[in-house]
């Protein structure tokens, strides 16, 4: 069993930044998937980015210039780097940990980001 805990949301002007810091506890296995999501009012869930252990990353298109996603493998925890965050970028942030065997997925319970000026 994993439990996850986000933390670093808040309220920022258009145009600045905020990191995101996950944390777990139990046992993070070396294949496990950390990912961001994020769900803005009135819209479905959608990924924002994932990082393997070995440092692999994919961050989704209206993100990929402005957020970075970290990992530190010593502590099992996950970072989300956001900068010239916009309006839209508003949300619930979630952490997530998918492992592929078992087949299990562990989520946090979320964050809220909001960029208004």
């Known amino acids: 069993q994993v439990q996850l805990v986000e933390s670093g949301g808040g309220l920022v002007q258009p145009g600045g930044s905020l990191r995101l810091h996950c944390a777990s506890s139990?046992?993070?296995?070396?294949?496990?998937?950390f990912a961001w999501y994020r769900q803005a009012p009135g819209k479905q869930r959608e990924l924002v980015g994932t990082i393997s252990s070995g440092g692999g990353r994919f961050l989704a298109d209206p993100v990929a210039r402005r957020f970075t996603i970290s990992r530190d493998n010593a502590k099992n925890t996950a970072d989300l780097q956001m900068d010239s965050l916009m309006p839209e970028d508003t949300g619930i942030y979630f952490c997530h940990l998918r492992r592929v065997s078992p087949d299990q997925e562990y989520w946090g319970p979320g964050i809220q980001v909001t960029v208004s000026s």
């Open positions: 139990g046992t993070v296995f070396g294949a496990d998937i």
